[in-house]
C-alpha cells in the first residue's frame, strides 16, 4: 500500500513546539526509564529533549521494541 504514511515519524528538532518543556507524561515515563537503567531522572529538558532520551533509554533498557 503506497501513499502517505498516516503518522509519519519527524525528527524531534523538526518539531515546532520542540523547545518547550517536556510534558508530564515525558516527565514519568522518563523517571521510569532512567531507574530501570539505573540512572539519575534527568532534570529540566524540552520536549524534543526529553523525545530522545526516551528513544535512548529504551534502546538500553529494551522497553518499547517490537
Avoid at 518539531?15 to 537503567?37: C, H, I, K, V
Wanted: net charge negative; proline share 11%; no cysteine.
Amino acid at each position: 500500500m503506497d501513499g502517505p504514511r498516516l503518522n509519519p515519524e519527524k525528527d524531534p528538532e523538526e518539531w515546532t513546539t520542540g523547545d518547550e518543556p517536556m510534558t508530564g507524561p515525558q516527565r514519568s515515563y522518563l523517571r521510569t526509564l532512567a531507574q530501570e537503567a539505573g540512572e539519575e531522572p534527568p532534570g529540566e529538558l524540552t520536549k524534543a529533549e526529553a523525545s530522545e532520551q526516551i528513544e535512548r533509554l529504551q534502546r538500553e533498557t529494551g522497553r518499547g521494541t517490537d
